[in-house]
Nanobody, 118 residues
Framework: QVQLVESGGGLVQAGGSLRLSCAAS????????MGWFRQGPGKERELVAV????????SYKDSVKGRFTISKDNTKNTVYLQMNSLKPEDTAVYYC???????????WGQGTQVTVSS
């Protein structure tokens, strides 16, 4: 069993920055990749960024490219999401997820609220 715990959400003005963290614990952690998802008010959950756990390859949703950066620290089993130049439309609950099975995300965190005021 793997537990994921997010932290770092909060309220920020437009143009500001936040860094989210997601710490994995439980059985010896090994994953194909980690992802950050978000679900805004009245919206479906969407994938924001992913990172390969072994090779560090990254991919981003178009609307966050150049503003968000996903990174990881394998020694700490932690993945980060640095969010800069935040916009009100980035307001959402952000979730991290771990893919230990190819093609799906098996474990999810509880989510952390990010609110961007205009």
């Amino acid at each position: 069993q793997v537990q994921l715990v997010e932290s770092g959400g909060g309220l920020v003005q437009a143009g500001g920055s936040l860094r989210l963290s997601c710490a994995a614990s439980g059985r010896t952690f090994s994953a194909y990749g980690m992802g950050w998802f978000r679900q805004g008010p009245g919206k479906e959950r969407e994938l924001v960024a992913v990172i390969g756990w072994s090779d560090g390859s990254t991919s981003y949703k178009d609307s966050v490219k150049g503003r968000f950066t996903i990174s990881k620290d394998n020694t700490k089993n932690t993945v980060y999401l640095q969010m800069n130049s935040l916009k009100p439309e980035d307001t959402a609950v952000y979730y991290c997820a771990a893919s230990v099975t190819i093609g799906r995300y098996d474990y999810w965190g509880q989510g952390t609220q990010v609110t961007v005021s205009s």
